[in-house]
């Protein structure tokens, strides 16, 4: 951790102190060490000067050195120390050179010159300026004592005036210059210090600014990368979003080109008979004007088939042909279906949705079944049909359609008026055209004829060999009530052709479909086994000349146009 400036200066100068005190009582060691080594050499003896009071003087330094570490281990006020350590070098070195008086006097002066620099680092210029002088005025003062006699130095004469005057220019210019060179070292090095911890602080200064600055540029970083990942999530929904669409409408555009391609025309609905003739004609009528149809008939009777004929023979074949199952679904994902709905309309709506009349838009909508559809989705349908407008589930929006409306049922739409279980007015918006299609069993010259076209297209499907159909199946097949019209018989030959061994399709063959034998059917169903143990397989025998009576006659039930 980094100390201001003024406590690491604190620090400087209680350190430099120690070093001060610890040099000095290293010298005065070193001078015991020579004392007692002469000693033992016997060279003491010829040395003039007082030895017992420079030892006791030696040993009184270093006790006051210990005793001033001691107080600066408890950090006494330094300024107390240091005055306390300048007054003990002043006095003992005075002491020093008055004892060495015989020696030359101007060479023992600079053992003053220790204490200054420290002095003059540690505290101040200004203190060594004090200690230099101080010292010097000492010197003097002593210098003067002895030239007058009051007191003498051991071995020597008394001191020379001229002597004198020389070594007081000396003493003065020696401790003015180190001084004053000290002091300006020490000025400069406190300024170097002060510079650097300035700089210091700058730098860090500058530090915490770089930090700041690269602290706000990583939060508006993160704040930018937040706002792609946003942009990114709202385009890759976006994107999902327009993928389903266009996946939507490359499906609607490759059925819309297969549908095109296989020619939705009448050469897809499979019929000589003169009840299929007159749905011909009819569907020759309807086609080209934009009218809504209402296609009954029982189950498997092609209603389907002939929506999308009149679709893609009439002006919309362009245009999307989209069917729906009314009955297959409850009211509330009908209506959904149908009318679209919003994101959140809903537990599950994680998203919009178009309903199937915006997607039929200049198109057909098929609405099979609709005579299972409930009062409620009834009225809602009415006001669709009325206004041309609907409207998303969940939403105020509101959205203009052009769809031509094909629906078919397998019920009597006029019975369940009058039951009250379809509305009129929603009757008579369905019912501008009604197409009545023929169960199989009144067009019963049609059979072989489908069954022939469906082992064709199955053969082709399959790339199996061709199969015909024998005599007796073929009077099976007249004599058959065929309850799912069109649909069970397409099943029943599929399943034969798969089964059958031969070429053609005998009796035998059509044991995979036992239902053909059932007691529970029409008129037209064949015994399981009848009494006198024949062919289980043969048509009951009082079926086969009503159906050949009516082939014979060409009687059909009456079948015609209803236009509103």
Excluded at 4 to 12: A, G, L, M, T, Y
Excluded at 238 to 255: F, P, T
Excluded at 427 to 443: A, H, K, Q, S
Excluded at 523 to 551: F, I, K, M, T, W
Aim: proline content about 4%; charged content about 25%.
């Amino acid at each position: 951790m980094d100390l201001p400036f003024s406590e690491q200066h604190f620090s400087d100068r209680h350190r430099l102190l120690k070093i001060n005190i610890y040099l000095k009582v290293y010298i005065l060691v070193l001078v015991l060490v020579g004392y007692g080594t002469l000693e033992l050499l016997g060279l003491l003896q010829y040395l003039n000067f007082p030895q017992r009071a420079i030892g006791i003087l030696i040993l009184s330094f270093i006790f006051l050195s210990a005793v001033y570490l001691y107080l600066l281990k408890k950090t006494l006020r330094l300024s107390i120390l240091y005055f306390l350590v300048a007054f003990t070098d002043i006095l003992f070195f005075t002491l020093i050179i008055h004892y060495l008086g015989g020696a030359d006097i101007p060479v023992l002066a600079l053992i003053y010159t220790l204490p200054i620099p420290f002095f003059s680092i540690m505290i101040s210029p200004q203190s060594g300026y004090l200690v230099a002088v101080t010292g010097a005025l000492a010197y003097t003062c002593l210098a003067g004592l002895e030239y007058s006699g009051i007191i003498t130095y051991y071995g020597s004469e008394p001191i020379k005036l001229e002597k004198l005057g020389i070594i007081l220019f000396f003493i003065f210019f020696c401790f003015v210059s180190i001084a004053f060179y000290s002091g300006y070292l020490a000025e400069l090095l406190h300024r170097h210090r002060r510079d650097l911890a300035r700089a210091k602080e700058q730098i860090i200064q500058y530090n915490l600014t770089l930090e700041e600055k690269i602290s706000r540029r990583t939060k508006e970083l993160e704040e930018a990368n937040a706002k792609i990942a946003g942009y990114s999530r709202t385009l890759e929904r976006e994107y999902e979003a327009q993928s389903i669409r266009l996946e939507e409408v490359q499906r609607q555009l490759d059925s819309s080109l297969s549908e095109l391609n296989l020619k939705y025309n009448y050469e897809n609905i499979i019929g000589k008979s003169s009840h299929m003739q007159n749905v011909f004609r009819l569907i020759d009528r309807v086609t080209d004007f934009n009218v809504p149809v209402l296609i009954q008939g029982e189950s498997g009777t092609g209603k389907e088939l002939a929506a999308k004929a009149i679709h893609y023979n009439g002006p919309r074949k362009s245009k999307p042909f989209i069917g729906q199952n009314c009955s297959a679904l409850p009211d509330t994902l009908l209506e959904s279906e149908l009318f679209g709905h919003i994101k959140g309309a809903f537990t599950g709506a994680i998203s919009d949705r178009r309903g199937l009349f915006e997607k039929a838009n200049q198109g057909t909508l098929f609405l099979d079944e609709i005579g299972d559809m409930s009062p409620n989705m009834q009225a809602k349908l009415l006001r669709v049909l009325q206004d041309g407008e609907v409207t998303p589930v969940g939403s105020e929006k509101v959205i203009r359609v052009d769809v031509r409306i094909i629906s078919a049922t397998n019920r009597n739409l006029k019975n369940a008026v009058g039951r009250g279980e379809f509305r009129e007015d929603l009757y008579y918006r369905l019912n501008g055209v009604t197409i009545n299609l023929p169960p199989l069993r009144e067009r019963r010259e049609d059979i072989i004829l489908l069954g022939e076209h469906f082992m064709k297209s199955f053969a082709e499907e399959t790339g199996m060999p061709p199969k015909a159909l024998s005599k007796a199946a073929k009077e099976f097949f007249l004599g058959f009530s065929w309850p799912g019209n069109v649909r069970e018989l397409e099943n029943t030959i599929k399943n034969i052709c798969v089964l059958a061994k031969g070429d053609e399709i005998a009796m035998d063959d059509l044991r995979c479909k036992p239902e053909l034998f059932s007691e529970v059917r029409s008129d037209h169903s064949v015994q399981p086994l009848n009494e006198s143990g024949g062919d289980p397989y043969r048509p009951r025998q009082e079926a086969r000349p009503a159906a050949r009576a009516a082939r014979r006659q060409g009687h059909q039930p009456r079948f015609g146009v209803r236009p509103h």
